[in-house]
């Protein structure tokens, strides 16, 4: 474990260093990173100042949501974006060389491709988050902190198994399913909002199938006072997700030595 | 024009080998369109009076864009463009009697209108089924369909003529990616591809209309829905030429000097 | 020892005519046809040993070195390296093998190739002592001084391959597969990555598998050969087999490409 941790601090040290290879291009591409989720919270904030209020959530409320959910989403994508782009992992023959070297595939992967560029949206979901916490009247205690940081570690795992998925597909595929992006960057824009706002049966997908609701809006109703102490252990679904995801991971590398690409 | 005909068919029967891929583009497509109606659904049960359009309206619109999307989104660009600029590879297009910038637009056509052909029937068929308002409507006259069809090609036309000028930047500049993250960030806002441009605050709109973001989807969605008819409908359209025709000069113009650039730098 | 025995490997490839009203119906019905990538294949390979692995393109050769290496699982036969079945053991059977694949880099593009050779010493966990050793040995013998602080997008394409045979030999293996190792490269990069693979295999009897069009690399470096075509081995033999009394290699090989229909 200790060794494997090791390796991936020096995958990242090599990333580090290949991304200041190139600047500018690095930080025009922090900026792009801000705009396109900037993008979103223009379009929260519009909404705003015609409606008001959404399913009974103040502005403010929605910010602290969107900011969870946005930073879960962004620290998941710095970390397993070598999922991201494993089809072309897959096409340029980097995997097999990932596969002729005695060290697990995952972390081989993840270390292909960290991206620093995420630090863009980080930051917008730290200015946000910030926001909904001075302003959304939550009475901090020492539980709600913890559970923020449940959240974000829950949501973080859930969104690595999403990741996970995509590139087990790949497997099959040899190509990226454009259909996994409703899990992914779908979760990330319609996750802006509290999910049961989307009505009954998408709360009830949210829980029991891709548990984004046990991440997101249930810990969330607890921070507002509105939801019952144990919705603060919910998160946990987030690090149990990860198995079925292994899961097919492992099948898709075994039909992969199968077939051959 | 032959030429760019049979590149259309090349690029149709592609899009349609890969079938996985547009099986899933669709399916991803409905949800999209699902969640976005429920979304707005959620704000007009807030407060429906402070809807700026009907429901029934903004839904054809959500599912319209859907539909399009091939046609107007700005991130849909062409990377083999973008490669070729930079690896210099564009020295061979050179050699050949083609204008760059005419069969880059041709390009460009053929692909977005290959894939929405491809894509929208399946979307326009599905949320003409759901119950209403949640559904596509049927367009409100038949003048009206008309005019649909032509703004949604001019509308096209001018997205194409805007992602022509992100190429050109790329003769100039070290990191396309960044120019091209902002470029289509500022088009799907300003084009009403966060929120419908009527969602704005009314002063904001007004600006927003006489940009040419607001002559590429907007147009053709809102008269389909009959949110934009008679003097109005009128104006947008005029817009819709004219910044289609300044696009396209301003293009014509970086592609000249990109050219003269390149002859004297070799690439 | 390298032990390979009536290995089979078969293909399913989709496959459909051109136009598109056939692409259309292709979206609903889709006809597969199996393509035979190695029917019934043997041989056995002695440690120390440098063996030239050639065919044309598609006759089998990447699909027998992905079996070698552990990638791929063949339908049929079996495979043992120095006791362990590649595909089974993968992991404990990857650390005693160097893989260069001629057309794609295992270097960081962007970073000192130096700085690649310290993350593949993390990978394969070689012990320091070890890791100098073989980095100085390397250095010298394939001359790559100043190259090592290069980033690997500035080198030619003669001092990457050499790069990338170092990288591949940092961990001591005991087997190394090179597929097209000189491919593109300069006469010179040629005869100085030729040189230093016979040198490497008389010292440290590392067995060497070559795969390459390139017949001047088969003359130089290996006295067996193993002809593939078609998923079979035509032939198992040296360099005399298969010039047959021709003086350029490359016309015999024409000739017998002829004879066998491949």
């Not at chain 1, 969104?159 to 409703?182: D, H, K, R, S």
């Not at chain 3, 070689?126 to 013998?141: A, F, H």
């Amino acid at each position: 474990m200790w060794n494997s941790l090791q390796l991936y601090a020096h995958y990242f040290k090599i990333q580090f260093h290949s991304a200041m290879e190139y600047k500018t291009s690095f930080i025009l591409t922090c900026i792009g990173q801000f705009l396109v989720s900037f993008n979103v919270f223009l379009g929260v904030f519009f909404m705003f100042k015609r409606f008001h209020n959404v399913s009974g959530y103040t502005y403010s409320e929605v910010m602290l949501c969107f900011g969870i959910t946005l930073m879960e989403f962004s620290i998941a994508e710095s970390v397993a974006r070598g999922f991201d782009t494993f089809p072309s992992m897959i096409a340029n023959g980097v995997f097999d060389h990932i596969m002729v070297r005695p060290r697990n595939e995952i972390l081989q992967v993840l270390g292909q491709k960290i991206e620093f560029t995420r630090i863009g949206r980080i930051l917008q979901a730290v200015v946000m988050f910030s926001y909904g916490i001075m302003k959304s009247g939550v009475q901090w205690s020492l539980a709600k902190v913890g559970t923020v940081l449940f959240m974000l570690l829950g949501g973080a795992a859930l969104f690595c198994g999403i990741f996970l998925i995509y590139a087990a597909i790949c497997f099959f595929t040899l190509e990226g399913l454009e259909i996994m992006n409703i899990l992914t960057d779908g979760a990330r824009e319609y996750g802006k909002y509290p999910v049961n706002i989307y009505g009954k049966k998408v709360l009830f997908i949210c829980t029991f199938f891709v548990p984004y609701a046990l991440i997101q809006y249930y810990p969330l109703l607890y921070l507002l006072d509105k939801g019952a102490w144990w919705y603060t252990l919910l998160p946990a679904g987030g690090f149990l997700f990860l198995l079925p995801c292994y899961g097919l991971w492992r099948l898709g590398l075994s039909h992969y030595k199968s077939v051959g690409s | 024009m032959k030429k760019y005909f049979s590149f259309f068919k090349l690029r149709f029967s592609m899009g349609l080998q890969y079938r996985t891929a547009a099986f899933a583009g669709i399916a991803t497509q409905f949800v999209w369109g699902s969640m976005e109606i429920l979304m707005f659904r959620a704000f007009y049960e807030a407060d429906a009076s402070a809807f700026p359009m009907t429901l029934q309206a903004t839904c054809s619109y959500v599912w319209m864009q859907q539909a399009f999307l091939a046609l107007f989104m700005a991130w849909f660009m062409e990377n083999e463009i973008f490669d070729s600029i930079v690896d210099g590879n564009i020295s061979y297009e050179l050699c050949r009697p083609i204008n760059v910038y005419d069969m880059w637009f041709a390009r460009s056509t053929a692909n977005r209108f290959s894939r929405a052909i491809l894509r929208c029937f399946p979307v326009l068929i599905f949320s003409a089924f759901l119950p209403a308002p949640f559904g596509i409507m049927a367009p409100v006259s038949v003048s009206a369909f008309v005019w649909f069809l032509i703004t949604l090609i001019l509308g096209a036309l001018v997205t194409i003529a805007f992602c022509m000028l992100v190429y050109m930047t790329c003769f100039f500049t070290v990191s396309s990616l960044g120019v091209r993250m902002v470029a289509v960030s500022v088009v799907e806002f300003f084009q009403g591809g966060v929120i419908p441009i009527p969602f704005f605050p009314e002063k904001l709109q007004k600006v927003m209309e006489l940009l040419p973001f607001a002559s590429m989807q907007n147009v053709a969605l809102r008269i389909y829905s009959g949110d934009l008819a008679g003097v109005q409908m009128k104006k947008a359209i005029i817009l819709q030429v004219f910044w289609l025709v300044v696009l396209v000069a301003i293009g014509k113009g970086i592609n000249r000097l990109a050219m003269k650039k390149i002859v004297i730098q070799g690439g | 020892m390298i032990e390979m025995s009536h290995v089979s490997k078969t293909y399913k490839v989709s496959k459909r005519d051109a136009g598109a009203v056939s692409a259309l119906k292709s979206i609903f019905h889709r006809e597969y046809e199996q393509v035979h990538a190695l029917k019934d294949v043997s041989f056995t390979i002695q440690d120390g040993e440098m063996v030239g692995y050639i065919g044309p393109n598609g006759a089998g050769k990447s699909s027998t070195i992905k079996i070698l290496s552990g990638i791929l699982t063949p339908d049929e036969g079996t495979c043992l390296i120095n006791g362990l079945n590649p595909w089974k053991d993968r992991i404990r059977h990857v650390k005693e093998i160097g893989v260069v694949f001629g057309q794609r880099s295992q270097l960081w593009w962007d970073v000192p190739v130096i700085d690649s050779y310290e993350l593949l010493k993390d990978i394969y966990r070689i012990p320091k002592s070890v890791y100098e050793q073989n980095k100085d040995e390397l250095t010298e013998l394939l001359n790559l001084g100043e190259l090592l602080r290069t980033p690997a997008r500035q080198l030619s394409l003669g001092q990457r391959m050499r790069c990338e045979i170092a990288a591949s030999l940092l961990h001591s293996p005991k087997i190394l597969f090179l597929d097209e190792p000189t491919i593109g490269l300069d006469a010179v990069s040629k005869l100085a990555v030729r040189e230093f693979i016979l040198n490497h295999n008389k010292k440290h009897k590392t067995t060497v598998i070559l795969t390459t069009h390139d017949m001047q690399d088969i003359e130089a470096l290996t006295e067996r050969i193993i002809l593939i075509g078609k998923g079979q081995i035509l032939l198992d033999g040296t360099i005399d087999d298969i010039k047959n009394g021709n003086e350029n290699m490359d016309e015999a090989l024409a000739a017998l490409y002829q004879k066998y229909e491949i």
